[in-house]
């Protein structure tokens, strides 16, 4: 009696052990970095399996570029009911999953707009977004690209305001910012040291902003070739009127001959400058016979004419 007592015994000690080893399922393991490229979040997304099992759907996705979390005990649940046994080791309390996207970024939205503006405003504009590091997102398998549903722009103020579709279907999102009228101007193309002439293999151009520019800065390339400049100028900088200059053809200090001509005359001395000129300019110099000072326009290299007014002194 006793004997048989005992066996039953034991049969009722190892029948949950029994119970519990049928029940469990397939060890699995979670993979360390969770994200999905479609509308649904599956067991083979979350673990490292295959088969009909990884098919089968636990949760929705977020939306694209976006991040979801999942409750533990729900995923552990779901996966138990497909045989599939997840000891979660790391203790973890929540999932989170990412989707991924097509990103339309901010560089391609700019890019979108200031075509959209030349094409209706006939003009190059450089446009600011008011959120510059906004972004948009589209599903992996979605078909064709982000798309300008309308585009209101003032060109007083430069505020724009645009809708635009991520990609073709889409709801739209608004986005907001300023444009500003750009021009394209001749610069430097490398460091150009004081006393430098400017040819035309030193000039490249730039964009600027209109509204930056000085309004003495130099247009056109025409007026930078054959100039000298007067201090030492940097590359892809605007230039104003007053960094070049016609090339010197007298310095203050350096000795000319001076010419006094009338029908019939024509005189020379020596004399002293008495400031940097150009070809063309007037300038002081002092004649070293008399010791006057004289204004002379000066006409080439170490040369200067004086001018046949009744009052010119020589």
Request: net charge negative.
């Amino acid at each position: 009696m006793i004997r048989t007592s005992l066996i039953a015994l034991a049969c009722l000690t190892t029948a949950p052990l029994a119970t519990s080893a049928a029940l469990a399922g397939e060890p699995v393991v979670l993979r360390e970095t969770i994200r999905v490229d479609g509308a649904q979040i599956t067991l083979g997304d979350l673990f490292d399996i295959t088969g009909a099992q990884a098919d089968i759907v636990v949760a929705r996705a977020p939306s694209p570029g976006s991040r979801t979390a999942l409750d533990v005990n729900y995923i552990r649940r779901i996966a138990l009911e497909n045989d599939l046994d997840w000891a979660n080791a790391a203790g973890l309390r929540r999932l989170s999953i990412e989707r991924a996207s097509r990103v339309v970024s901010a560089d391609i939205l700019t890019d979108m707009l200031e075509g959209e503006l030349f094409a209706s405003e006939g003009r190059v504009h450089d446009v600011q977004l008011s959120n510059s590091a906004m972004a948009l997102h589209a599903p992996l398998d979605s078909a064709g690209g982000p798309e300008i549903h309308d585009l209101s722009f003032d060109s007083r103020s430069g505020m724009l305001a645009a809708e635009i579709a991520p990609y073709h279907g889409a709801q739209t999102v608004r986005v907001t910012g300023r444009a500003y009228v750009t021009i394209d101007l001749p610069v430097l193309a490398r460091p150009v040291a004081a006393g430098q002439e400017i040819t035309g293999a030193d000039i490249a151009w730039i964009s600027q902003r209109a509204d930056r520019l000085r309004p003495d800065a130099i247009l056109d390339p025409t007026d930078m070739i054959g100039m000298e400049t007067r201090r030492a100028l940097r590359p892809n900088e605007p230039l104003r009127g007053y960094d070049l200059q016609r090339p010197l053809m007298v310095e203050r200090g350096d000795l000319v001959t001076l010419m006094f001509e009338v029908p019939g005359i024509q005189l020379t001395v020596r004399a002293r400058a008495m400031e940097d000129a150009a070809d063309g300019e007037v300038a002081r110099f002092v004649n070293l016979q008399s010791n006057r000072t004289v204004e002379a326009l000066v006409d080439g290299p170490g040369r200067a004419r004086v001018g046949t007014s009744p009052t010119a002194s020589f």
